[in-house]
Each structure stands twice: as structure tokens, then as C-alpha cells.
């Protein structure tokens, strides 16, 4: 049992009441809960348009179809076609473009934000890319000014995985909304909690309804168009009308239910993760060989601090030693006080043996992901943590200036 958990456990007495009224309603599947729940979730982000699916994976895969097929008039990729996304990257924001026949760039992060580096990632760019798949790391967001500059530059459809970044900004401005689409995640660890769950947003209407045929057979029932298509093809069954291929991953009214509860009290997750980011920094001060990946440049650089807002969801910490015995002591120190840690992300996605048969292609030197491979892990900051909790890391970040 963890003193200092990674995790919380935010379902209180409001989602269990809202989860019974569904119960009892005996109306399960995608309905007005939904319907609703994507209303209101649009409207926080600031979006015109939010689909709901049954998690932030499906969401990315749901993006990266878009980019192949449907019925929105931006331009579509081909099959061979590559897309830029970082190498400290999670999987289902790669598999995606494997699985569907993109070949994935992959390009180093700064150490800032652990973003994309774009100074970098210009070394990368041929004929072939077509796209780049952002991920703000962690509430992190990313530089969106160099991100629309680099896109524009290169001609590339821009979407964002912001499923670790909920209530993130830059500039005023929800991430999620600079580029084409982004995703969300609302899994058990997140910032909001749907038990499983996630949404896509976008200010494109017909991208919107794109998605809705994706998430549901690729039947036209949730479009709003769906009168055109009707319409068009009068000899089918409206009810039962495919225009396009799909999958089945859509959320449940238990999911909308507990996330209308969530989203009630996102302000408060966020505003009490903000405090105890504070608390946590100010005893890492005390060990400056283990520093917070971004707070202290966030800090000391008024413009960036003015242009962002960030929601942290995990603390990102790098040990700069760069002694690979020294940080496992570190881990293990950590492990002993009952501090729950883990990799971020999934660390440099390209070190995984699932792809190793997939085609894929390094765009350039990755540098700061091997470093954050090797020395980088994290610790929680949700708005449960503890006074033991505190006082375990106290203890072990004592314990680690012995090392």
C-alpha cells in the first residue's frame, strides 16, 4: 500500500447518485446523457463541437481516421503518407497511425515542456509528411505559437493529444483548440474520471460528424446531417444508413453521468493540484540534483508564465546527476517511503519491442527523450494528497542526499 499514491480516487456521493438514476432509468447505452455531456464539455474548452467515446485512446484513433477518410473538405492523406509525433510518447497516440497505414516520424522533445522541439523536428520534415500529432505531456501545454508557425511553414495538419492536459492553456486558449482536432481522456488517473471515457473537440461541424459516424458502425444516427443522407439514399432504412467505415467505441449514459458530476468540480481538481505542486516544489528545493521538468523556467520566465496556464496531472522529475546507479538508489529510496512512482509516459516510445516489425523512421537525434528515458520518472500531485504523504517525501528526499 502506497503512503503517496500516483493516483486518486475522485467518484464521490454525486456520480454515485448519478449513476443510480441510470441505473434505475434503465437507459444504458449513448443517449441524452451524452448528448448532454458533450454540450457541456465543448462549452469548457471552448470548442464548437465535442464527441464523446469510451476513452482518450479511441479519441487519438478516431483523429488519425479523420485524416484518411470522411466527409469534411480539408484535404486527406494516403496510405505511406508519414505523420511527426514525439518519441516520449504513449502508444495509442502511435499505433494509430501504424494501424492505419501512416508511417509515424518519430522527433525529440525540449526539455522545457517535453513537447515537440521544432528546431529539431525541421530536420525531419520530406514530401512525404503530411501531419504532426502533438502531445501536451503531463499539463504541460506546448508552445502553440511555434507549433501553427512550424505547420504553416510545412504545409501539415496539425491535431493534439491532450488527454493528460485537461484545463491547460496558452495564450487564453484551450489547448485542443489550435489545431484540426483533440483529444481527450477522462480514465481513472486523469482530471476528470469516467471510470473509462474520452472526447474529441473540434470547431470543424463537419469533422464533428465524421467522428460520430467513426465511433458507431460508421452509421449517419448522431450526425447532424443525417436528413441529407436520408434523403440521398431513400431505399435504405435511415435508422440503419452507413456511409463510411467504423468501429464501435462508444461511452455509455453511465460514463455522460459521471462525467456531467466531474465536470462540476473540475475547478476545484485543478486549483487544488496547483497547491500541492507548490508544496511538493518546495521541498524538492531542498534536493537540487531532482528537479521538476519545467517549473523553475516557468517561474523565472515572465512571458512564458503570462502565455500558460498548466494543469498538472503527474510531476514529471529529472535527475540530473545522469548516473544510471544513482537514479535506481533514487527509486529505490522513493519505493521504501511507499512513494508510488513510474516512467513518463511510456518514456522513448522507439526502446519498445512492440516496434520493432513496424515501419517507422527516426527524424532526428533523440537526445532529451533518451535522457528522459534513462533519468526522468513522477511522482502524483492530484488534490488527495496527504499530510503523510508529504511526509514521506520529505523523508525520502532526505534520504537521497546521502547518494
Known amino acids: 500500500?502506497?503512503?503517496?499514491?500516483?493516483?486518486f480516487n475522485s467518484i464521490g456521493t454525486e456520480e454515485e447518485k448519478s449513476v443510480n438514476k441510470i441505473l434505475k432509468s434503465k437507459k444504458f447505452t449513448m443517449g441524452k446523457n451524452v448528448e448532454k455531456f458533450e454540450r457541456n464539455f465543448a462549452k469548457w474548452v471552448g470548442?464548437?463541437?465535442?464527441?464523446?467515446?469510451?476513452?482518450?485512446?479511441?479519441?487519438?484513433?478516431l483523429m488519425v481516421e479523420s485524416l484518411l477518410r470522411g466527409q469534411r473538405k480539408t484535404k486527406k492523406l494516403k496510405k505511406g503518407d508519414e505523420i511527426i509525433v514525439p518519441a516520449l510518447s504513449w502508444p495509442t497516440t502511435v499505433w494509430p497511425i501504424i494501424q492505419l497505414g501512416f508511417v509515424p516520424v518519430f522527433v525529440d522533445s525540449n526539455i522545457d515542456d517535453l513537447s515537440i522541439d521544432f528546431k529539431k523536428a525541421k530536420k525531419a520534415v520530406t514530401k512525404k509528411t503530411k501531419a504532426i500529432f502533438m502531445i501536451h505531456v503531463l499539463g504541460n501545454s506546448a508552445n502553440m505559437?511555434?507549433?501553427i508557425k512550424f505547420c504553416k511553414k510545412f504545409n501539415l495538419i496539425l491535431i493534439e493529444d491532450c488527454c493528460e492536459s485537461l484545463g491547460s492553456h496558452f495564450k487564453k486558449k484551450h489547448i485542443g483548440n489550435f489545431g484540426m482536432a483533440g483529444s481527450f481522456s477522462f480514465y481513472f488517473a486523469h482530471?476528470?474520471?469516467?471510470?473509462?471515457?474520452?472526447?474529441?473537440?473540434?470547431?470543424?461541424?463537419?469533422?464533428?460528424n465524421d467522428l460520430k459516424s467513426f465511433r458507431a458502425h460508421g452509421w449517419i444516427?448522431?450526425?447532424?446531417?443525417?436528413?441529407?443522407?436520408a434523403k440521398k439514399y431513400k431505399l435504405l432504412d435511415e435508422k440503419f444508413l452507413f456511409v463510411t467505415t467504423g468501429y464501435n467505441v462508444r461511452p455509455t449514459e453511465?460514463?455522460?453521468?459521471?462525467?456531467?458530476?466531474?465536470?462540476?468540480?473540475?475547478?476545484?481538481?485543478?486549483?487544488r493540484r496547483d497547491a500541492v505542486v507548490k508544496k511538493i516544489s518546495r521541498i524538492l528545493l531542498k534536493f537540487p540534483h531532482l528537479e521538476i521538468i519545467g517549473l523553475k523556467k516557468l517561474?523565472?520566465?515572465?512571458?512564458?508564465k503570462k502565455n500558460r496556464e498548466h494543469s498538472w496531472m503527474n510531476l514529471p522529475l529529472l535527475y540530473k546527476v545522469k548516473s544510471r546507479p544513482k537514479f535506481l538508489e533514487i527509486l529505490k529510496i522513493f519505493k521504501k517511503n511507499k512513494i508510488?512512482?513510474?516512467?513518463?509516459?511510456?518514456?522513448?516510445?522507439?526502446h519498445h519491442p512492440a516496434l520493432k516489425k513496424m515501419k517507422f523512421r527516426i527524424g532526428n537525434k533523440l537526445s532529451v527523450s533518451n535522457e528522459i528515458f534513462k533519468y526522468g520518472f513522477m511522482i502524483g500531485c492530484h488534490p488527495n494528497i496527504s499530510l503523510k504523504a508529504i511526509n514521506s517525501l520529505k523523508k525520502a528526499v532526505s534520504e537521497c542526499k546521502n547518494i
Open 254 to 271: 453511465i460514463n455522460a453521468a459521471m462525467g456531467l458530476s466531474q465536470l462540476k468540480r473540475l475547478d476545484y481538481f485543478l486549483n
Open 221 to 229: 444516427r448522431n450526425r447532424s446531417d443525417r436528413a441529407n443522407f
Open 299 to 304: 517561474n523565472n520566465d515572465k512571458k512564458q
Open 145 to 147: 505559437d511555434e507549433a
Open 47 to 61: 470548442s464548437k463541437y465535442s464527441v464523446m467515446v469510451n476513452s482518450g485512446s479511441s479519441a487519438n484513433l
Open 1 to 7: 500500500m502506497h503512503k503517496y499514491p500516483l493516483t
Open 340 to 350: 508510488e512512482t513510474r516512467s513518463i509516459i511510456a518514456g522513448n516510445i522507439v
Open 191 to 208: 482530471h476528470i474520471c469516467t471510470i473509462e471515457g474520452g472526447a474529441i473537440c473540434t470547431n470543424d461541424k463537419n469533422l464533428a
